[in-house]
């Protein structure tokens, strides 16, 4: 079976590799959508990795695992690469949208990804303010369950 590709966001990225409440549903997610990523989002998943890690939230053998699935998935996802139209899309949006800069990056590399077609193309997503933006930009957001989310977990 044929998947489609999805956007991901380093949050539902996350949420795959540590165990968490909405770690089933993003493992489904994971087998209907194809990664397709900013070329930063693995830093931002293993900063999270060590930051549960050091904050005692994962113990050893969670943050091995956890490394050994990111490694995993970075073998399969797609990435967009950083570039001029990248960091002036991510500028744009920060001007149209209430976006961190890291958040600006990850839509404008999934605008890049769909050449700036987002109706009906998969953005996966466990932040609120990035997932509103992404709505009000076209894509179809797959959000984690609320009760999932780790906002600081990105």
Do not use: H
């Amino acid at each position: 079976m044929k998947r489609n590709r999805g956007f991901w966001d380093a949050s539902a990225l996350v949420s795959v590799c540590i165990q968490e409440d909405s770690s089933q549903f993003m493992r489904q997610q994971l087998r209907k959508y194809t990664p397709v990523v900013w070329w930063g989002s693995g830093i931002e998943v293993y900063s999270a990795i060590w930051r549960l890690y050091r904050m005692k939230e994962i113990n050893d053998r969670e943050r091995l695992g956890a490394a050994t699935r990111l490694q995993a998935l970075k073998e399969a996802w797609d990435e967009i690469l950083p570039g001029d139209d990248l960091r002036n899309s991510a500028e744009r949006l920060l001007e149209k949208y209430p976006l961190r800069a890291g958040d600006s990056l990850q839509l404008a590399a999934a605008l890049v990804w769909c050449g700036g077609r987002p109706a009906k193309r998969a953005f996966l997503c466990g932040d609120e303010r990035l997932s509103e933006a992404a709505k009000v930009a076209g894509f179809a957001v797959v959000e984690l369950p609320k009760e999932g989310r780790k906002e600081a977990r990105k």
